[in-house]
């Protein structure tokens, strides 16, 4: 195989939106009061999601101290449930 000079350029997400860190900001103060990481993630879901799922994902491990592999089963537990309501 001939190795070529071409790079792919990936657009990284803009972690820095205005609905995103108040997203996180809100997450961590409803996880200082008590709230289940489920509540929160589901209370949150609601500023980021028309955002791509990368940024979702981020937004559930910082706002709803969540792991990766957590975030993602939150995200497609409600994905699932808004789903089955449409």
């Known amino acids: 195989m001939v190795p ?3 790079t792919t350029t990936t657009k990284k997400p803009d972690f820095n939106k205005a609905n ?3 997203a996180i900001a809100q997450g961590k103060e409803m996880i200082k009061s ?3 990481k489920a ?3 589901r209370e949150i879901y609601d500023l980021v999601k028309d955002e791509e799922k990368e940024v ?3 937004v559930f491990q910082q706002g709803a ?3 990766e592999k957590g975030a993602l089963t939150y995200l497609y ?3 699932r449930k808004l789903n089955k309501k449409s």
């Open 4 to 6: 070529t000079n071409e």
């Open 20 to 22: 995103i860190k108040k």
């Open 34 to 36: 008590g709230m289940s």
């Open 39 to 41: 509540d929160v993630s």
């Open 56 to 58: 979702i994902l981020h």
């Open 65 to 67: 101290s969540l792991t």
């Open 77 to 79: 537990n409600i994905k």
